[in-house]
């Protein structure tokens, strides 16, 4: 996956996580580490898909407009990037079995992809954020109390 799609799924599920917050392009850039300006990109295209609406003016930022239930992953990767894998034989006519063995795993390989990640919506991406959320605080209080454990028994 390219860094602009792998951005722009990032970006989406953070606006996606608060429909009503407006976020800074500045915000959603330092959180994932990225230049706000190649985030502007990414936002750019999103906003021309009408996932996301430029709020202008002071407090200014982004705000998620899709439908969390709908967009899949796929969606927002095929914006960025060719989706089908180019494994080409050079001269079909001439190819020999080695080359047609290759050439017929590459596109089940992209075949499987594309409907892994049609299946998968934003939706059900900030479901699984909420449960890697609540898995780590349990870990967190799990590691707390233990550590609490073994600084009384010393």
């Given at each position: 996956m390219q860094k602009s799609s792998r951005l722009a799924i990032l970006a989406l599920l953070e606006l996606a996580s608060n429909p009503d917050r407006q976020i800074s392009t500045a915000e959603i850039g330092e959180k994932y580490r990225v230049s706000a300006h190649h985030l502007a990109k990414v936002l750019l295209v999103l906003g021309r898909a009408g996932w996301?609406?430029?709020?202008?003016?002071?407090?200014?930022?982004?705000?998620?407009?899709?439908n969390a239930r709908r967009i899949t992953l796929y969606d927002v990767?095929?914006?960025?990037?060719?989706?089908?894998?180019?494994?080409?034989?050079?001269?079909?006519?001439?190819?020999?079995?080695?080359?047609?063995?290759?050439?017929?795993?590459?596109?089940?390989?992209n075949d499987i992809s594309?409907?892994?990640y049609s299946s998968i919506t934003l939706s059900t991406m900030l479901m699984q954020i909420e449960k890697r959320k609540?898995?780590?605080?349990?870990?967190?209080?799990?590691?707390?109390?233990?550590?609490?454990?073994?600084?009384?028994?010393?």
């Open positions: 996301v609406q430029s709020v202008r003016g002071v407090g200014g930022g982004y705000k998620f407009s899709g990767i095929s914006l960025f990037e060719e989706t089908e894998v180019k494994c080409r034989l050079s001269d079909p006519s001439q190819a020999n079995p080695e080359e047609w063995a290759l050439f017929d795993v590459s596109k089940e390989i594309v409907a892994t609540k898995a780590q605080k349990i870990s967190g209080s799990d590691a707390a109390s233990d550590a609490g454990a073994k600084v009384s028994a010393q």
